[in-house]
């Protein structure tokens, strides 16, 4: 991770199709301060242009709870991003 | 309990790699507790994986899940039905490669009265399908796809109400 802190990130995890586009479960990225949910999907949107499909579909969990994209994060923070469910 | 070993408490929600066994669901559900009615029934449901999805010849489903998220939704989703019904919940789920007809969700729900018992069953296998962060990988003769259902909103009132209305009580 050239491009990135740890400390200073936040970390990244994807599944399912959404892991199969960014070809990794994990990533962490470095995040203005004032980011939500939303500028870090926008910056994996910007480096995986195939997730843009699900901008409607995708759900966002932020330190393993459901939450929303307008939900603030910042360093240290784990936000998963997560296509429609099919367990059972 | 044939030996002296005290009875193990077995954990209500589960996601797990390996194999389920329906037995521990319904220890989880039939612990005693002396300051509640007792169960006088128990429903279950088994999910297995089938050999046909939309036309396809299904070969085997890999699982894949968020661990932690999904203990949670778990716990919410138990919650969610025992403030409806007069029940107790287990539910347990396995993820990793399901050859066909391998349990891939259990669920057990006891009560007092067997008509909580069911529709409570059936409401809990209603959410798991809406919120639990589990994510079917099909592999199929002739390819694989992720199977992709609804969108994961606990707090999606609609689709809530769905669930009560198909466990049939209200």
Known sequence: MSDATHGAGVTIRLFARLKDIAGTGELIRETPSGATARTVWDTLVSEFSELAGYASSVSVAVNQEYSRMDAPVAAGDEIAFLPPVSGG | ?170
Not at chain 2, 108 to 134: G, L, M, N
């Open chain 2, 1 to 170: 309990m044939s030996d002296n070993r005290p009875a193990m408490p077995t954990a209500p929600y589960a996601i797990t790699t390996d194999r389920l066994s329906l037995d521990d669901l319904i220890q989880a559900v039939t612990m005693e507790s002396s300051d509640e009615v007792g169960p006088g029934g128990i429903t279950t449901f088994v999910g297995v994986v089938r050999n046909e999805n939309a036309g396809r010849r299904v070969l085997r489903l890999e699982y894949e899940g968020y661990e932690p998220l999904a203990l949670r939704a778990f716990e919410r989703i138990g919650t969610e039905t025992t403030d409806r019904w007069d029940v107790r919940v287990a539910l347990h789920h396995r993820l990793g490669t399901l050859q066909i007809g391998e349990a891939s969700v259990m669920i057990a729900t006891a009560s007092p009265h067997r008509a909580d018992a069911f529709a409570a069953c059936r409401y809990v296998i209603e959410r798991v399908k809406q919120i639990a962060p589990v994510w079917k990988h099909e592999f199929f003769e002739g390819g694989d796809v992720w199977i992709e259902g609804a969108t994961a909103d606990p707090d999606d009132d609609a689709a809530r109400q769905d669930a009560v209305r198909v466990a049939g009580l209200e």
